[in-house]
């Protein structure tokens, strides 16, 4: 199984570019990895996925280096919306279950 | 987006009885669906797994006669807390995916609070 480490918490203030980066050093071939944001109280909400190199969406930008056992995701210009708790996941589908194991995820607090 | 529902969004129950938690993708066909629960300040912890039309997979510890889960359709799963207790409450959360190379997509949750 793919297992991910993140950074346990994170601070930034409103307006920086902010950077979280999940470790995957056992990353299989057909892996794919994807970021979810979660706010309390609340279900997980997809925000990007990639399998190598780079992609961007109107929310985020994933970077994937090319041994892929590390991938970062950017956040443009945070706001206070953007406090919440990011999860990154690595896996082939969602049935092969190495999809479905949740780390602990990072918990960005972003300030005024 | 792929587009989850659940309902009720909270539910307060007494001890003993037992409460029915419906997951609803409502503009996609879910092949799959799956049940998470989520303590505090606590990551989500799969509990099991429901493909249309068969048998529940559960995760190891979680006990299947405890936790019914009924994947009826391609739209709809209920997951039902039978003879509930106190720490049974919790966040419960459903995903769904609607072939083998989607990615998931959750609902909002349900808030269960045992008395």
């Known amino acids: 199984l793919a297992k991910t480490t993140q950074p346990i918490s994170m601070d930034s203030y409103e307006g920086q570019e902010v950077n979280i980066t999940c470790s995957h050093n056992?990353?299989?071939?057909?892996?794919?990895i994807t970021w979810y944001q979660q706010f309390p109280s609340q279900g997980p909400r997809f925000i990007i996925q990639g399998y190598k190199t780079k992609v961007t969406n109107e929310v985020a930008s994933l970077f994937i280096p090319a041994d892929r056992k590390s991938s970062t995701l950017s956040l443009p210009r945070v706001s206070l919306s953007d406090t919440a708790v990011y999860y990154c996941?690595?896996?082939?589908?969602?049935?092969?279950?190495?999809?479905?194991?949740f780390g602990g995820g990072t918990r960005l607090m972003v300030k005024p | 987006g792929a587009v989850v529902s659940q309902h009720p969004s909270w539910v307060i129950c007494k001890s003993g009885t037992s409460v029915k938690i419906e997951c609803r993708s409502l503009?996609?066909?879910?092949?799959?669906m799956f049940w998470y629960r989520q303590f505090p300040k606590q990551s989500l912890m799969l509990m099991a797994t429901?493909?249309?039309?068969?048998?529940?997979?559960?995760e190891q510890g979680v006990e299947k006669d405890k936790f019914l889960i009924n994947h009826a359709s391609l739209t709809l799963s209920t997951l039902t807390v039978t003879s509930a207790h106190p720490e049974d409450s919790s966040f419960y959360i459903c995903?769904?995916?609607?072939?083998?190379?989607?990615?998931?997509?959750f609902g909002p949750g349900t808030r269960l609070t045992v008395l």
């Open positions: 996941l690595v896996g082939d589908s969602p049935n092969a279950g190495n999809m479905l194991t």
């Open positions: 995903s769904a995916s609607g072939s083998r190379t989607d990615t998931q997509y």
């Open positions: 429901s493909n249309e039309g068969s048998k529940a997979t559960y």
């Open positions: 056992n990353i299989a071939t057909n892996d794919y």
């Open positions: 503009d996609f066909q879910a092949t799959t």
